[in-house]
């Protein structure tokens, strides 16, 4: 149901001339509707040509009690033409491709330059990737409150400028490449480790992040950073069929059965980074792709190249310097040189406080004082870590690490 309900939103705005709050409104208006007539009559063989339709004719009645305004008055000309131009269509329905279309004008709509990044990236992620606004606010790392007022300033700012909704022309691409790019990763990740449901991975949203990244490279092929995020997504999702046991646990990378692994998936994601790397302009998706790639290969986890990965990390830190790139790199230093030499990074980390409510900070100091040997210590920080988790499966890992090092500090 997911696929379709961010088809039937991206079609919807785009019916509704870019009008978020409009096609929300409508599309509310459908569903209620459905509600009533689905429980008597059975759902419809295509529901969500049947929640469209339905929600463009509430769209279009709710203008016409209130044509006060020259902008709804347009509005609804858009809609009434749209309309005739469903009904004049094979099944009176809009194809597979002109919704696929949508979604990629939505999200190019979403990312326009007049809004604030942190706008842009989480308004597509409601909009196009149907999170809710407490799992946004927790892949920026803000309070829900603080996510849900950017989220209406955003649409009222598209409402306000009449944005366009289309995909921009070619020369305008590039300006908004990275905020587009962002927000399929956030999809990605949200999908991988989702914050806060009984299952790690959600794999609607990891599927759909791919496919996205597949669109746009199809629009921009020449472009090296979006082959990068989509060898990186590749390069990740390869490993998803391993990250849990068959109690649905989770395993980190040197507890996995590397036989799961899709070694398929593996050769294109690599192909991808390779080719991206061809181009001779290295971005942040490029270098976390080579970074992946450098994590799949080995059939053993002991035959990781630590020393590489952190170089690759330190590369990536120079060109876009941040907190959590900083803790990955701190985390590779101390696999390749030893716990003490990435427990110092991690200090000055904890130290800026930037990271102070993010529980992998505390997780990944846990983790190297568990291989120093330092179980007391460790044991401290997984109990930290696991009072900022939200995500119940990452919390049971973490309670098993704990349980191995308070037993460890007491043999």
Known sequence: MHEHWTRITASLIGACGGDFQLAEDALQDALVVALARWSKDGVPDRPDAWLLTTARRRAID????DQTLRRKQELL????EVEQAAASAPNGEASEEFLIDDRLRLIFTCCHPALAREAQVALTLRTVAGLETVEIARAFLVPQETMAKRLVRAKHKIRDANIPYHVPAEHQLPERLASVLTVVYLIFNEGYTATSREALVRRELCDEAI????????????????LGLLALMILIDARREARTDAAGDLLTLDEQDRSLWDRARIEEGAALAERSFRMRTPGPFQLQAAIAALHAEPN???????AQIALLYGELERIEASPVVRLNRAAAIGMALGSDSGLRI?????????????HLLYASRADLLRRAGRFGEAAAAYRRALELCSNPIESRYLQRRLREVTSSRGA
């Open 62 to 65: 709710r203008l016409r009690r």
């Open 300 to 306: 053993r986890p002991e035959d990781a190249d630590w």
């Open 211 to 226: 496919r996205l990244g597949r669109l746009i490279m199809e629009l921009m092929p020449d472009e090296p950073e979006v």
């Open 77 to 80: 000309q858009l809609l009434l």
């Open 346 to 358: 991690i200090d000055e980390i904890e130290g800026e406080g930037s990271l102070a409510r993010y």
